[in-house]
């Protein structure tokens, strides 16, 4: 069954400490990206990658990082969290020109 | 950033009756896509359009590219329950999608 699956997918933590959300996918798909969902903003790109070793800014990345070491994993990380990054994340694959899979969706709490 | 608007932000409605949401942009976009997010998931994509103009059907559902390329529409005919949920539009220019605040539809019995 085609997947992508993320964890966790509720985390509450702490100012300032580091944490990553992982992403993977089993359809082999080149291109992965992150979103954060806010009410009233819809889902706003925070990262997106083409293929492996190859990542660029969304219109949101400010405070995140991301990593494409192999194809099936992108990993989100925020070196020091904060409250403005209490959001719903999703991480999602493309296939073609448009159609995107989204996964479950982590809900992130910045104390 | 890129900004899309939609309208309106959140509708009721009895079952069986149609419903209409728009989705527009201050700027122009060569794909229009629809998804519907369920309760506690992610998005799923419900329609593509790539021409202005084009009126595509899925199902019970229509949407429309607007001849700007500034706007496009989203039909649902005779709701049913299982519609509810929050209607998205999106916007892709090059590799980049652009996402509206969304719609959110509830089905009164």
């Known amino acids: 069954e085609a997947q992508v699956t993320q964890n966790p997918r509720y985390l509450i933590t702490v100012t300032g400490k580091k944490l990553t959300v992982t992403c993977s996918q089993n359809?082999?798909?080149?291109?992965m990206s992150w979103y954060r969902q806010d009410p009233g903003l819809g889902l706003r790109q925070i990262y997106y990658?083409?293929?492996?070793?190859?990542?660029d800014k969304g219109d949101v990345p400010e405070g995140y990082k991301v990593s494409r070491k192999e194809k099936r994993n992108f990993p989100l990380i925020l070196e020091s969290p904060s409250p403005n990054q209490t959001s719903l994340y999703f991480c999602?694959?493309?296939?073609?020109?448009?159609?995107?899979?989204f996964g479950p969706g982590t809900r992130l709490t910045v104390l | 950033g890129q900004q899309l608007n939609q309208s309106p932000q959140s509708m009721f409605i009895q079952e069986g009756e149609d419903v209409s949401m728009n989705c527009t942009s201050s700027?122009?976009?060569?794909?229009w896509l629809w998804y519907k997010q369920d309760p506690g998931e992610g998005p799923v994509l419900l329609i593509a359009?790539?021409?202005?103009?084009e009126l595509t059907s899925n199902g019970r559902l229509t949407a429309q590219f607007g001849i700007t390329r500034k706007d496009s529409f989203l039909n649902i005919s005779a709701s049913i329950p299982s519609d509810v949920g929050i209607y998205f539009c999106a916007g892709l220019r090059g590799q980049n999608f652009v996402f509206g605040p969304g719609t959110r539809l509830s089905v009164l019995p």
């Open positions: 999602a694959t493309r296939e073609g020109p448009d159609t995107q899979y």
């Open positions: 359809m082999n798909h080149e291109y």
């Open positions: 700027s122009i976009f060569n794909t």
């Open positions: 990658s083409m293929n492996v070793e190859v990542t």
């Open positions: 359009l790539y021409k202005a103009g």
